[in-house]
């Protein structure tokens, strides 16, 4: 059984930095596609960042460009998202999701992806 495992999210200030990260168990395959979406409260789960199974193509929101940068590690299949410049806008619980398919194009819509960690709490404050 595949587990994802969120980690680094917390309570910063804005304009602070913070990097998360996504580690993949299980299962007996590498990691296809990977994503990180957001949820905010009251709001629907949102598209954030995406990367393809190479590292070689990723794809990110509107509101994340040139803020955010999302990596993997295929070695530790880990995948990563680091997040400057943060803004209360940013206030979500990240997950981070993950599919076998070694596509390469990096998906962008929830059904893209098989697997979702538990998420993880990102607080901005103004």
């Known amino acids: 059984q595949v587990q994802l495992v969120e980690s680094g999210g917390g309570l910063v200030q804005a304009g602070d930095s913070l990097r998360l990260a996504c580690a993949a168990s299980?299962?007996?395959?590498?990691?296809?596609?990977m994503g990180w979406f957001r949820q905010a409260p009251g709001k629907e789960r949102e598209f954030v960042a995406a990367?393809?199974?190479?590292?070689?193509?990723?794809n990110y929101a509107d509101s994340v460009k040139g803020r955010f940068t999302i990596s993997r590690d295929n070695v530790k299949s880990t995948e990563y998202l680091q997040m400057n410049n943060l803004k209360p806008e940013d206030t979500a619980v990240y997950f981070c999701?993950?599919?076998?398919?070694?596509?390469?194009?990096?998906?962008?819509?929830?059904?893209?992806?098989?697997?979702w960690g538990q998420g993880t709490q990102v607080t901005v404050s103004s």
């Open positions: 990367i393809n199974w190479r590292g070689t193509r990723t």
């Open positions: 999701a993950a599919t076998p398919r070694r596509t390469l194009v990096p998906g962008t819509a929830s059904q893209d992806y098989d697997f």
């Open positions: 299980g299962g007996t395959y590498n990691m296809g596609r």
